[in-house]
């Protein structure tokens, strides 16, 4: 019954930053190990981060952890993304999903994650 939405997207240029964020809402949030991921087109959708329920444990794919950081506030519900140095190649719709947490840390999966929104558009332009 988790429902997550994104939000923030847009056009920025080469070289700036965006944040991203994330509403859950019917359940717990923190009940929820949750992810950021993106999709090209006509790429596979990717992972990007992933944070443990309280936040204390986070994770990152390897091509993604200098320039992306992810975190929550779960007295607002909310989810986080905040990326830096964009380039072109970070155009994609992005997503946060989320699955009811292990109690410790996070999946880098896709196949883990059972709740997803309908994504937000990140275009960077050169």
């Known amino acids: 019954q988790l429902g997550v939405m994104e939000s923030g997207g847009g056009l920025v240029q080469a070289g700036g930053s965006l944040r991203l964020s994330c509403t859950a809402s019917g359940s717990r949030f923190d009940d929820y190990a949750a992810g950021w991921f993106r999709q090209a087109p006509g790429k ?71 709740y997803w929104g309908q994504g937000t558009q990140v275009t960077v332009s050169s």
Do not use: H, Q
């Open 44 to 114: 596979d959708r990717e992972v990007i981060s992933c944070i443990n329920w309280s936040g204390t444990r986070t994770n990152y794919a390897d091509a993604e952890k200098d320039r992306f950081t992810i975190s929550r506030d779960n007295d607002e519900e909310m989810l986080y993304l905040d990326m830096k140095n964009l380039t072109p190649e970070d155009t994609a719709m992005y997503y946060c999903a989320a699955t009811p947490s292990n109690g410790l840390g996070c999946p880098l999966t896709l196949d883990e994650y059972e």
